[in-house]
C-alpha cells in the first residue's frame, strides 16, 4: 500500500490526480515514483536454485536502471514486472562475471522482447570492448533477424562507455549518478554508485575490500546496499568448491565482513542500512539475524536483509 507522501510525490509528479481519502488511496496501483528491487541477492558465480546471482533494479520516475547484469537478471526483471524494452540505462559495477554474465543478454532479451530505443550502459574499463566482442560472438543471429524478421539493428541500440574516473557517470532531470573507484582484490577498476533522486540519496557499495572512504562517499544517505561476507559461513562454502584455500584468501581480501560494515555505516549513517551481494547465499541456515549481529556491534540504525524481488520505496 502507497503512503501518503509517496501519493504526494506522485500527485506532484503528474502521475495521480483526482484521488481523494485512503480508501482510494488504498486501492491505487500505482508505484512509488523510486524504489529499489533487488533482482539478486546472493554473491558469486555459482549458480543455485536459491537467491538468484547480483542484480539490481532502480526505478527512478518510470526510468528503469538496472546496475549489475548476474545470470538471471532478465528472468528477475520479468518477474519484477518490468518490460525488458523498457530499459533505459545498464551499469556494470566492475567486470567479474556474477555482475556481467547477463550483460549482452540482458540486452539481446529485450530486443527479443521489440526494444526500440537506445539502452546506455556503464562499466569499468572493459566494458565497451565487452559489447563488440558480444556482437561477434552473435553476429550471425543479429543479423539474420535483422534481415529475416525486420527487427532493428541491436548494434545500435546498447551504447557502452568506459569509465576511467570517479564522477559524475550520468545526469537527467530524475538523477545524477556518480561512480567512486573503491578496491576489490585484484581489481581495482571496480565502482561503487550513488544515486541522488528527488525521494531520497542511494548507494551501492559494489564488492569491496573494507573501505572506510566508502563511508564518506556515502555520509548522509537514505539507502546504503552494501555487499557482505559472513565470516562464519566460509567453512560452509569451502565444501562445495574444489578452489578452497585459493577462495578463502580471495573472500577475506576482497569482501567486507558484517562487522566491518557496521563500522561503515557508522560513518555514513544511512537511513537504512541493506546487506545484498550476501556470501554466502545459499546457506538458508543463516538467519537475518546472524547476518545483521556484527553489524549492530558499531551500528545502531535501522538495518535488513535484502531478498530476492524485495523492495525498497523512497522516501524511506
Ligand atoms: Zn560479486
Ligand atoms: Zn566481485
Not at 526505478?59 to 528503469?64: E, H
Not at 541500440?157 to 568506459?162: E, G, T, V, Y
Request: proline residues 5%; glycine residues 8%.
Amino acid at each position: 500500500m502507497l503512503k501518503r507522501r509517496d501519493f504526494l510525490k506522485l500527485t506532484a509528479a503528474g502521475g495521480l490526480i483526482s484521488l481523494t481519502g485512503t480508501s482510494a488511496f488504498a486501492e491505487s496501483s500505482a508505484k512509488p515514483r523510486t524504489r529499489i528491487v533487488f533482482l539478486g541477492t546472493k554473491g558469486g558465480p555459482r549458480i543455485g536454485l536459491g537467491r538468484s546471482n547480483p542484480a539490481n533494479l532502480i526505478m527512478v520516475n518510470n526510468t528503469p536502471i538496472v546496475l549489475d547484469c548476474g545470470e538471471g537478471v532478465s528472468h528477475q526483471l520479468v518477474a519484477a514486472k518490468v518490460p525488458l524494452q523498457s530499459i533505459k540505462y545498464i551499469l556494470l559495477s566492475h567486470l567479474h562475471s556474477d555482475h556481467d554474465l547477463e550483460y549482452g543478454n540482458l540486452a539481446y532479451n529485450a530486443w527479443a522482447t521489440g526494444l526500440k530505443t537506445p539502452i546506455h550502459s556503464f562499466g569499468p574499463k572493459g566494458t565497451e570492448a565487452m559489447t563488440k566482442a558480444y556482437w561477434e560472438v552473435n553476429k550471425f543471429d543479429i543479423e539474420t533477424r535483422i534481415t529475416d524478421e525486420g527487427r532493428p539493428d541491436l548494434r545500435k541500440l546498447l551504447i557502452a562507455k568506459d569509465i576511467d574516473a570517479d564522477g559524475v557517470v550520468l545526469k537527467t532531470d530524475d538523477v545524477t549518478i556518480t561512480a567512486f573507484r573503491t578496491p576489490h582484490p585484484p581489481i581495482t577498476d571496480n565502482f561503487a554508485y550513488k544515486f541522488e533522486t528527488a525521494d531520497g540519496t542511494i548507494v551501492f557499495s559494489s564488492d569491496t575490500e573494507y573501505n572506510p572512504k566508502l563511508g564518506e562517499f556515502a555520509k548522509g544517505c537514505d539507502v546504503l546496499v552494501h555487499e557482505a561476507l559472513y565470516v562464519p559461513g566460509i567453512d560452509g562454502i569451502m565444501k562445495k568448491v574444489t578452489n578452497g584455500a585459493s577462495l578463502r584468501k580471495h573472500l577475506l581480501a576482497a569482501h567486507t565482513t558484517t562487522e566491518d560494515i557496521g563500522r561503515i555505516a557508522a560513518i555514513a549513517k544511512p537511513k537504512l542500512l541493506v546487506l545484498s551481494h550476501l556470501v554466502p547465499g545459499d546457506n538458508d541456515s543463516i538467519t537475518d539475524d546472524q547476518w545483521l549481529e556484527g553489524v549492530r556491534k558499531h551500528f545502531d540504525g535501522k538495518a535488513i536483509v535484502a531478498k530476492d524481488l524485495m523492495e525498497v520505496a523512497l522516501p524511506v
